[in-house]
């Protein structure tokens, strides 16, 4: 079974803090993502990566930045953590193909304070 | 980006068929997913249909697609408890090796013994 590991369950961070969230994937697949979840706006694309080094912006990648340095990695970043950055984040990847079947993680939820 | 539309909540009794609907507007999406959401966890595939099908059986789960109406929908016959959870349908996008999944506000669905 593929497993998607997020390092934090609950992470409670202040504001201007530098938040990373970390992501590993244990199936050596080329693409990795990462997602918000909000209540009533469902899973929003941040960044997304299609092989190391690799990334490509989604629908909400202002406040964000990713490192994928290594292939079963994928970090996201909040350079300055503000409060409407309080959200779950979700990870998952998936191989490379012209069908796109995710492995999620469980989440991270981030509280900023 | 891409908009994929669902209804937030739907409540069904125990033993009923449940169907959850969802629109999308990418017509150039190759395949198109249903994941289920439980508490606490992230997301995992229930099915998929490739674009030029306009049905799909598997058990208890029956995917139709309206290409023309860009109408997607998943039927559960013999509803139990246990698929309490969110229901979120998602579609491709993006180029070949760069796709990533633009995914609906997911639909609640609230089993009653």
């Known amino acids: 079974d593929v497993k998607v590991t997020q390092s934090s369950r609950y992470l409670v961070k202040r504001t201007g803090e530098k938040v990373f969230l970390e992501c590993v994937q244990d199936?050596?697949?080329?693409?990795m993502f990462w997602y918000r979840q909000d209540p009533g706006l469902g899973l929003r694309l941040i960044y997304f990566?299609?092989?190391?080094?690799?990334?490509e912006k989604g629908d909400i990648p202002e406040g964000y930045s990713v490192s994928r340095e290594k292939k079963e990695r994928f970090s996201l970043i909040l350079e300055s953590a503000s409060t409407n950055q309080t959200s779950m984040y979700l990870c998952?990847?998936?191989?490379?193909?012209?069908?796109?079947?995710?492995?999620f993680g469980n989440g991270t939820r981030l509280t900023v304070t | 980006g891409e908009d994929v539309e669902q209804s937030l909540f739907l409540s069904v009794r125990e033993g009923d068929s449940s169907v959850i609907n969802c629109t999308y507007t990418?017509?150039?999406?190759?395949?198109l997913y249903w994941y289920k959401q439980e508490p606490g966890a992230g997301l995992q595939l229930l099915t998929y249909?490739?674009?030029?099908?306009d049905m799909k059986q598997d058990q208890r789960l029956t995917v139709l697609l309206n290409k023309k109406d860009k109408h997607l929908s998943l039927r559960i016959a013999d509803t139990q408890t246990g698929d309490s959870a969110i229901y979120f349908c998602?579609?491709?996008?993006?180029?070949?090796?760069?796709?990533?999944?633009?995914f609906g506000s997911g639909t609640r669905l609230q089993v009653q013994p």
């Open positions: 998952a990847s998936s191989e490379t193909g012209t069908g796109l079947s995710l492995h």
């Open positions: 998602a579609e491709s996008i993006g180029d070949t090796g760069r796709r990533a999944l633009t």
């Open positions: 990566s299609y092989d190391v080094k690799m990334k």
């Open positions: 990418d017509s150039s999406s190759t395949y």
């Open positions: 199936m050596d697949h080329e693409n």
């Open positions: 249909i490739f674009s030029n099908m």
